[in-house]
């Protein structure tokens, strides 16, 4: 398939999930993620799916819950106020060992906040926003067909390492057209869900969903195994763009939004002579620590860019080699203060 | 001499964490009965609530997926979505469904979805050590009502069978109580009444089983069973508030919601 | 004629099968089983009608009842 089409990020998602075979879609009204639920109201009805608009964030999140526990690729999208609601749902989901993607088109906050793009809630994302010390996939996408390829990745991941998935974007990439290949699904081998509940045909033992441990040593020996889990995807699942940052002295550190603004700064720095690089997580959690360790073993200043006040700065910071530096420029998110070329520019030039 | 009264092969044999008299306990039996006479056993999934009724899995032989506190109406509908030729219940406490979980039973019983809930009043939180419920007696005294609630501060106690009764795909709901071996009798004619429902598809169906809490209560257990027969049942009236085989209503019902028995599923179209 | 039979293991003794008998056949007793409990007994087994009553009414399955037909 070389087709290409012209669609807004949030679409693309829905028609990655379509696509990844998720027939069963929950959710709750809110801008600016309201294209998916539209779509999948449309389509999913058509493929003998099930859209249900729930009464609540809570409600879609749990019956996002139920709906995994029976094996089948399911799906939730909101943005930040609805994503806070999630969190205890999401936050059993880990614990109870269920894959499940939920979708992040995250806005301004805190509090009702407003709708312009965001990148506040990254602490929230990857930090495991629920109670508990959990982490989920959190996959970070720049662009329409990258919301296309990484929603279908999340589905693979999330019934790879039984896990919650978080696609994590915002209004810029939700709301943009764009040129979109939609690939077909990646031939991934996935291992058999022999955990679901199905009822007990044919004699089969008996299937428990839960996250409930209180025998002597079950709980500790769970987040043993859930922790032990977070490290193999630590050593497999880092994933990251790196652009012009071979030669680079200055390598700056953004994702998703910003680090698109970026690499028109960048490249507006390297007309002026200027060697800048990229270096661009994709997977938030995991972070990809090694690809900072190795840029950092060459070039000595990481200039962290963020549309909030500085929060992924505390991983780089933990990632990066001992004697390099590590500078931050971000804004809080809200009307007006998505962040342009030519001020990044200027930051670049600051600590070139 | 042959028996005659044995344990419903749903319910596994081992001994409950119940209190002494609590009967949960009796109500777990009825349900296993009626999964028994239904023969629905091999397709059951059950939702666990959080209250004293969590270890679900524990007695009832059948697949459990366990809800955070008051989700089960929620986790139940995207079981049953995903699975619709399974039979699906919830077990929920006062406080779980009337109290936190407000929202997602009324959804759930508004949108009609084919499950089955079994909810038990026992007019208080008893895991939690007997806290004040939405379903508390005026007047009643528990550790967070300590000089009884107050009607003017807390409300009155909240009548979810009839309540419930309201909504357009509620297809089946009653008041039971367990307390007499007549009262017993009908609860049962009841849950079966409820479970007949989801078996032939015809949507939500709602027992609200009243139950006894002697620890919370601070009474012993033959008080607590009669504190059923005399307060509770006055103000929690038992009956079948709405059967829509029956149901003759005044206005006009909404129109009948289709339940998901009709629609076609691949088997397992998205399953890898 | 019935007989029912009262796992002492599993009884709590909460006394509801004594309040089910309308015959009064059932009891607590003062001994202290493993649960800690002290568990019901029947006396007078010989007018049992294998109602099921007691049984019906016990929360812990506690009870067996036999009956001749
Ligand atoms: C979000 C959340 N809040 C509070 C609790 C604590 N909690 C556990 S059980 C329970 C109440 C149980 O009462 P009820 O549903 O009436 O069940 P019962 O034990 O009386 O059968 C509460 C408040 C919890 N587990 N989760
Ligand atoms: S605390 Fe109350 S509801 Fe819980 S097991 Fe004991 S008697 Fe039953
Ligand atoms: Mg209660």
């Keep these: ?352 | 001499m042959p028996q005659v009264f044995k344990r419903p092969v749903s319910l596994k044999d081992v001994p409950t964490h119940f209190c002494p008299g609590c009967q949960h306990g009796t109500i777990h039996r009825l349900v296993a009965e009626a999964m028994d006479e239904f023969g629905v056993r091999e397709r059951t999934i059950g939702v666990a609530s959080v209250g004293c009724s969590v270890f679900l899995y524990g007695y009832f032989d059948v697949d459990v997926v366990e809800a955070p506190h008051g989700r089960a109406p929620a986790v139940a509908t995207g079981v049953k979505r995903a699975r619709p030729d399974s039979f699906v219940f919830t077990y929920q406490g006062d406080g779980d469904l009337a109290a936190i979980g407000t929202a997602e039973i009324i959804h759930a019983a508004n949108r009609g979805e084919d499950i089955t809930v079994i909810f038990v009043n026992n007019t208080t939180y008893g895991m939690t050590g007997g806290q004040m419920a939405p379903t508390t007696m005026v007047g009643q005294k528990t550790s967070t009502s300590p000089y009884g609630r107050d009607r003017a501060k807390d409300g009155s106690p909240i009548r979810m069978a009839e309540l419930l009764a309201q909504l357009g795909g509620v297809a089946f709901s009653a008041r039971v109580a367990v307390n007499t071996p007549k009262n017993l009798m009908d609860a049962k004619k009841q849950i079966m009444n409820a479970f007949r429902y989801q078996v032939e598809g015809k949507g939500f169906s709602f027992i609200e089983a009243l139950s006894t809490c002697p620890t919370a209560w601070g009474v012993t257990p033959i008080q607590a069973n009669e504190r059923i027969g005399g307060e509770l049942i006055e103000y929690f009236p038992l009956g079948v508030y709405k059967d829509t085989a029956q149901w003759k209503p005044r206005i006009a019902p909404p129109a009948p919601v289709e339940q998901p028995g009709a629609r076609a599923f691949p088997e397992f179209m998205n399953e890898i | 004629m019935g007989r029912i039979e009262i796992d002492e293991k599993r009884c709590k003794g909460c006394g509801l099968c004594t309040t089910a008998c309308h015959l009064k056949l059932i009891s607590l007793t003062r001994e202290i089983n493993v649960l800690g409990f002290t568990p019901a007994i029947t006396t007078n087994r010989e007018r049992c009608t294998g109602c099921a009553l007691c049984a019906r009414l016990c929360p812990d399955l506690a009870i067996t009842v036999f009956k001749d037909k």
């Excluded at chain 1, 700064?265 to 090694?290: C, E, H, Q, S």
């Design chain 1, 1 to 352: 398939m070389s087709q290409r089409l012209f669609v807004k990020g949030n679409e693309a998602v829905a028609m990655a999930a379509i696509e990844a075979g998720c027939r069963y879609y929950f959710g709750y009204p809110i801008t600016p993620q309201s294209d998916i639920p539209e779509y999948l109201s449309r389509e999913l009805p058509k493929l003998n799916g099930e859209f249900i608009q729930a009464e609540s964030e809570v409600g879609a999140i749990n019956m996002l819950l139920g709906a995994s526990a029976t094996g089948v690729r399911a799906m939730t999208s909101s943005s930040s106020p609805g994503i806070s609601l999630k969190q205890e749902g999401i936050s059993y989901m880990a614990g109870s060992e269920l894959p499940g993607v939920i979708v992040n088109i995250s806005r301004s906050g805190p509090g009702l906040g407003g709708i312009d793009a965001s990148q506040a809630d990254y602490w929230q994302s990857v930090k495991g926003g629920g109670h508990g010390g959990y982490h989920i996939v959190v996959l970070a996408p720049a662009s329409v067909q990258e919301m296309y390829d990484l929603t279908m990745l999340a589905f693979d991941l999330a019934d790879i390492y039984r896990t919650p998935v978080m696609v994590l974007a915002d209004s810029v990439v939700g709301q943009m057209k764009e040129a979109l290949v939609p690939n077909p699904r990646p031939v991934t081998i996935l291992p058999e869900k022999a955990w679901r509940v199905r009822g007990r045909r044919e004699g089969t033992e008996q299937m428990i969903v839960k996250s409930l441990f209180l025998g002597d040593g079950e709980l500790e020996a769970h987040n043993w195994k859930l922790h032990g889990k977070y490290d193999v995807m630590k050593e497999n699942e880092c994933r990251q763009e790196l652009f012009m940052a071979d030669d680079a002295q200055l390598v700056i550190a953004a994702f998703g939004s910003v680090a698109r603004i970026a690499k028109t700064a960048i490249l507006m720095a390297r007309d002026a002579g200027m060697k800048v690089g990229l270096l661009r997580p994709i997977t938030l959690f995991p972070f990809p620590t090694k690809a900072f360790q190795e840029v950092t073993l060459r070039c000595k200043k990481i200039l962290d860019i963020e549309l909030n006040n500085g929060q992924m700065v505390d991983d780089v910071r933990l990632s990066v080699a001992r004697d390099a530096e590590v500078y931050f420029y971000g804004r809080p998110p809200g009307a007006g203060s998505l962040p342009v070329p030519e001020e990044l520019f200027e930051q670049i030039k600051k600590h070139y």
